[in-house]
Every structure is written in structure tokens, then in C-alpha cells.
């Protein structure tokens, strides 16, 4: 969901306050100059004195400021440790009454789903930006986590790119405790700068693993909603919303299924590891083996390592070579066998 605020306003602290950037601007240059006029004022904010006498009066009703009764009037400032916390006060309030009415709300959509019979449990969007709403409100109220299966094509949404557009709501969830799994097919490791937005999303909290092909596209958050588009070869497919029902439990299953068969994936931080003591004892033998134990392809294992294929086609040969394996497929397999049997501990991390 794009918000329909201007980015600017949304940028500041007072903003949520319902405190416009010209009213900010006021009463810091009242805080400056307390008991100023308002022609003392104007020249400092470049505005005329009518338009500030009309500003001053917005700050006295919103209790930011107040006025002597002699002339010239005088305006003061109120404390900001007083004004802008009685401000929160009144706005928490104002959210807490609105909370006070969800439980009513629910019970009529409830209501209104129960006479339309099974169908109850699905609905299909076909609207972008319905989809985007829906994904969007999921995560605000994220409790335990949010599960994603990603594969191409792409979709603007967190049914296809690991990273949704507004990194702050996954801030906010992951500061709740909110868990981000995310399984992505091969495929989409090749779409230029995929590897470097997964790297990314790996640093900042998320699960993420890969798998060769993946059935679906998939979001699931807690065990409310989950969305899932109705053909997988078309960017805007529409999607299917589904609610808390056995199909949803269905679905959580499947993708525990296939979060489970995924390999885990990692990458080495800027010092070429992921921690000092593993940084010290690495090889490019021992990246080749964890690149290849991530099931990646070959041309973003030779783009993370920075050599070129027939480079990377050497390496591998020299590493079946020195594992006594024949095909790729055995020499993935004992990869993975070598690196947990190296660093277990980083195996324990990735959340098997």
C-alpha cells in the first residue's frame, strides 16, 4: 500500500501529531523569541503578519502556545515537555477508543461471511493495490510471523521479493518479535541484484532459504491470512485471500514442508566471514562449499566469488576431484555434509 501522505510530512516526529510543518516552524521561532509580537516574528519566518496572526491562533488551540492580554499582544510557548506530551496523550486515547470498536467491526464482517456460506473462507483480489492493502494491514498487526514463498516472475509485493517496498513495517515487526522466513526458487537468484537484496535481508533479521523450484507464490502471516496468486507465469495474476480455515492450515503446512527441504542460505559479511573465528581458517575451497551447499547456480556462485565461469567450472572439478564424487548432485550433497560437519554451528543459525 502506497500512503497517500506526503513523504515529507510523514518524515517528522510531530507529523502523527496532526501538527503541520509550517505550525512546527511557528513555534520553534516562538520557543526562540517567547513573548515576541507577532511583527517581531513575521520578518524571521518570512511570512506576512495576517498569515502568522492566523498561525499563532491554530498554535493557541492546539495549546502550543498562549497570549497576554495587554497590547501588542505577547504570545508565549507552552513547555514542550508539557504540550507535546498532553498532545500524546490525547492521541493515544483517541487510538485507544478506536481499538475499543475492532471487536464490533469483526463480528459484523463475521456475521456477513456466515451467511454467504463456504466462500466465507476465500475471496479473490483483483486489485493491486487491494492486495498491497490487505499485505500491508497483515504486517502492521504481525504477531508471530510472516512466511513467504518467492519465485519469478515478479510481483511489487512481498509475494515475490524477500524485501517488502516499506522496509519501516518490517522494522516495526521484527521489533515486536515478528519471524520472517523466506524460501526463494533458484530462478530468481539471477535477476540482477536479487543476490545482493537477499544478502541484505539476511543481515537485517530475516530467515531466508533456497530451493530448485518452488509450486507456488505464497505469503502467510500468523495463522489469519494468507495470500496466494492464481497463475504463477503472470506478474499480475490476481491473487486469492485466504482466512483462518483448514485450506489456511493446508497451506502453513505445505510451506513448513518446504521450508524444511530448503537449504539454508548465508553469506560472509564484509570481514569474508560470518563470524572472526570461522574467518580465520576459511579457504576459497571452503566458500566454494558453502555457496554450493546454498544450492546456488553457477552464475551467482561465480558472481559472489568474483571469477568467471570457466573459472568457477575449474573449481568444481578440483572440488569433485578432491571429494571423489562424479556429478554435481553428490558434490552438493557431501558440500553440505562438509560444512555442517566444519561449522555446525552456523547450520543451527539458519533455523533447522
Known amino acids: 500500500m502506497t500512503d497517500s501522505r506526503d513523504p515529507a510530512s510523514i518524515a517528522r516526529p510531530l507529523a502523527p501529531l496532526d501538527i503541520s510543518e509550517v505550525e512546527e ?30 498561525l499563532l491562533n491554530v498554535l493557541e488551540a492546539k495549546g502550543l502556545a498562549t497570549h497576554t492580554p495587554q497590547r501588542p ?47 466465507r473462507f476465500v475471496e479473490i483480489i483483483s486489485s493491486r493495490e487491494a492486495e498491497r492493502q490487505v499485505l500491508d494491514d497483515s504486517i502492521r498487526a504481525a504477531r ?34 515478528v519471524r520472517f522466513r523466506t ?18 535481508d539476511i543481515q537485517a533479521g530475516e530467515e531466508v532459504r533456497v530451493t530448485g523450484v ?28 485466504v482466512r483462518p480455515s483448514p485450506l489456511l492450515d493446508a ?18 559479511d564484509e570481514s569474508g566471514s560470518n563470524n ?17 551447499a546454498a544450492g546456488l547456480n553457477d552464475k551467482v556462485i561465480a558472481r559472489e566469488l568474483g571469477v568467471s565461469l570457466r573459472t568457477l567450472e575449474r573449481r568444481i572439478a578440483a572440488l569433485m576431484s578432491e571429494l571423489g564424487v562424479r556429478t554435481r548432485f553428490q558434490s552438493g550433497w557431501l558440500a553440505a555434509l562438509r560444512l555442517a560437519a566444519d561449522n555446525p554451528g552456523q547450520i543451527q543459525t539458519s533455523g533447522r
Open 144 to 177: 508471530e510471523s510472516v512466511l513467504s514463498l518467492v519465485r519469478l516472475p515478479v510481483r511489487v509485493s512481498r509475494l515475490d521479493i524477500p524485501r517488502h517496498q516499506d522496509q519501516r513495517l518490517q522494522l516495526l515487526a521484527r521489533d515486536r518479535g
Open 73 to 119: 499582544t505577547r504570545y508565549i510557548p507552552a513547555a514542550p515537555d508539557l504540550a507535546i506530551e498532553r498532545l500524546i496523550m490525547q492521541r493515544q486515547e483517541e487510538l485507544e477508543r478506536a481499538r475499543s470498536v475492532i471487536r464490533d467491526l469483526q463480528l459484523v464482517g463475521e456475521s456477513a461471511r456466515n451467511e454467504r456460506g463456504p466462500d
Open 276 to 292: 572472526a573465528e570461522v574467518a580465520t581458517r576459511l579457504s576459497a575451497s571452503d566458500e566454494l562449499v558453502r555457496l554450493l
Open 214 to 241: 518452488l509450486p507456488v507464490k505464497l505469503v502467510i502471516v500468523d495463522t489469519r491470512v494468507g495470500l496466494l496468486p492464481l497463475d504463477l507465469h503472470k506478474a499480475d495474476s490476481p491473487a486469492l485471500l
Open 183 to 200: 524460501v526463494i526458487d533458484a530462478d530468481f537468484l539471477e535477476l540482477p541484484g536479487a543476490a545482493d537484496a537477499v544478502r541484505a
Open 251 to 268: 497451506l502453513r503446512l505445505l510451506y513448513e514442508q518446504i521450508w524444511e527441504r530448503a537449504s539454508p542460505m548465508s553469506f560472509p
Open 25 to 54: 516552524q511557528a513555534y520553534r521561532a516562538l520557543l526562540g523569541r517567547p513573548a515576541a509580537t507577532v511583527a517581531e516574528l513575521a520578518p524571521g519566518l518570512g511570512m506576512s503578519t495576517p498569515r502568522l496572526q492566523r
